[in-house]
């Protein structure tokens, strides 16, 4: 009887240490979030990578520590990241899924830091409402989630033993992509959102509807399109999550995540409005992004998904490559 075959022990290993890199980068990115909401930013001032002159401030404010602490774990993250692609290179044949989403997380991980940089050094943060600001976030933006995407795709290749990305061409990328743009699209115009109630605070809902009026600034009138554009963009992800949960009925993990995308969506769509009515406290701000990010990671692991049966999951599955190496090597031995 033949044996399954073996899967190499580094592969295996690798698994925990991609899910763990993963989990600290999103609370790191979450870190990222409550900086921008408490207006902290500026808290190291325009020195870069510096923190007021210093390796570590001493005696500053809060926003200077809650600066400090995001350069000083997004530094780790970048070791972490580093460590994660060496890994996948050395234990992952050429051509691998594992390794393409490795070298992409340390691709963006690093552009992730240019960023910021630029953000500190040029002081586009805290309250600053420059042009240049707000042009650059909608990039910032797409680069982050371009970086949970590969940070979250890296360990899930390699627990579900896929060999290869899928096909851009496969169905299940012809569906996706009205929901990545739509989400992507819902990034942009929310940090412009929240730009805009970080920099002209309401104390009322009243008084957030007079700043129609006044026309202060661009900002204000920007914030329109992101609850108008939540709406279209909840009815396509829940459309994608019914049509892939259709195409791939067998598979339960297809249909939790799409029921959960769905959900999710819902869910945002509701405390969007909640938020303003708040007057934007920032638990809910951090809820409401922390849910968009968990919208995307959740795109991109049904489409991996779809996309792995709708190729042939054995076609794509470690064990043909072990059993097609240990075929290869003893036909070599003979």
Known sequence: M???????????????????????????ILWGYFLRISES????????PLCHG?????????????????????????????????????????????????????????????????LVIFGWVATDISTARILLRPFHVTNTFLLMGALALTPFWATRRMSRAPRLRAASTRLLWPALIGSLALGWTGSWTGLAATAFPAGSVADGI?????????????????????VAVVAILIRWSRRIRSAHPSSQLIRGVALGVAILAVVQLVLGPVTVLLLNPVGTRLLHLFLADLIWVGLLFGWAEAGWREAGAEAYSWTKEVSESRLRTKAASN
């Not at 075959?5 to 592969?11: A, E, M, N, V």
């Not at 930013?41 to 870069?48: F, K, L």
């Not at 007079?210 to 939540?230: D, F, M, N, S």
């Open 54 to 118: 210093a390796m570590v401030p001493a005696g500053h404010t809060f926003p200077t520590w809650v600066e400090f602490v995001h350069r000083a774990t997004s530094g780790v993250v970048l070791l972490l990241v580093i460590a994660m692609a060496i890994w996948a290179f050395r234990a992952f044949p050429r051509g691998h899924a594992v390794r393409l989403g490795a070298a992409l997380a340390l691709l963006f991980t690093i552009t992730e830091s240019l960023f910021g940089a630029v």
């Open 210 to 230: 007079g700043q129609y009026v006044t026309g202060e600034h661009l900002l204000i009138y920007l914030r329109i399109i992101h609850p108008v554009l939540a």
């Open 2 to 28: 033949m044996r399954s075959p073996t899967i190499p022990t580094g592969r295996t290993r690798f698994i925990p240490f991609a899910w763990g890199v993963f989990i600290y980068s999103m609370l790191v």
């Open 41 to 48: 930013g500026d808290g190291c001032g325009t020195d870069w």
